[in-house]
T-cell receptor, first 114, second 111 residues
Framework: NAGVTQTPKFRVLKTGQSMTLLCAQD?????MYWYRQDPGMGLRLIHYSVGEGTTAKGEVPDGYNVSRLKKQNFLLGLESAAPSQTSVYFC?????????????FGSGTRLTVV | EDQVTQSPEALRLQEGESSSLNCSYT??????LFWYRQDPGKGPEFLFT???AGEEKEKERLKATLTKKESFLHITAPKPEDSATYLC????????????FGTGTRLLVSP
């Protein structure tokens, strides 16, 4: 049981390049999320999904796209990377009910756009 | 707008020196308040979920409490391995599916 797995762990992009970040969870969770974490700021929600085939915008969606073709995978795409997208990206899935309700996060992808 | 403020930003303790971290919040209607631990280069690790004022939860040396305006994370007799950044987040019970995070408290416990 690996939990939430993110690939890649590190990436350097040039401005204008594109890439896809992959999030995979093996816990059969319906809800999945993409957050970014920047110094001095709390984690901010980019996009989320409430189930296979569904996606929705979060707090800071501009410049990103997502897809959830399979329940276990949630992909985050950057079509044309900008230096402002330099950040650490975390994927999360929501688990449990009642006492065990919470969110499980992956280990992150550190992205630098030069 | 939902908001979370954590204090202090950083805290240095000696091993065994108990203290508390504060999380003040405003939310339209609270579904849950979450505490996470984050080690450098890692993702947030789930600690607790609190749902209503007066609730308390414990795990080893950590105890989380909740009032209508704030939550405290009490650390009793901390050890160096408790050194980490502790994050607080709230989720409203209406509409948007998001956690609103604070910026965290960096805790350093010296031997």
């Amino acid at each position: 049981n690996a939990g939430v797995t993110q690939t890649p762990k590190f990436r350097v992009l040039k401005t204008g390049q594109s890439m896809t970040l992959l999030c995979a969870q093996d816990m059969n969770h319906e809800y999945m999320y993409w957050y970014r974490q920047d110094p001095g700021m709390g984690l901010r929600l980019i996009h989320y999904s409430v189930g296979e085939g569904t996606t929705a915008k979060g707090e800071v969606p501009d410049g990103y796209n997502v897809s959830r073709l399979k329940k276990q995978n949630f992909l985050l795409g950057l079509e044309s990377a900008a230096p402002s997208q330099t950040s650490v990206y975390f994927c999360a899935s929501r688990h449990g009910q009642g006492e065990n309700y919470g969110y499980t996060f992956g280990s992150g992808t550190r992205l630098t756009v030069v | 707008e939902d908001q979370v403020t954590q204090s202090p930003e950083a805290l240095r303790l000696q091993e065994g020196e108990s203290s508390s971290l504060n999380c003040s919040y405003t939310v339209s209607g609270l579904r849950g308040l979450f505490w996470y631990r984050q080690d450098p280069g890692k993702g947030p690790e789930f600690l607790f979920t609190l749902y209503s004022a007066g609730e308390e939860k414990e795990k080893e040396r950590l105890k989380a409490t909740l009032t209508k305006k704030e939550s405290f994370l009490h650390i009793t007799a901390p050890k160096p391995e408790d050194s980490a950044t502790y994050l607080c987040a709230v989720q409203a019970n209406t509409g948007f599916q998001k956690l609103v995070f604070g910026t965290g408290t960096r805790l350093l416990v010296s031997p």
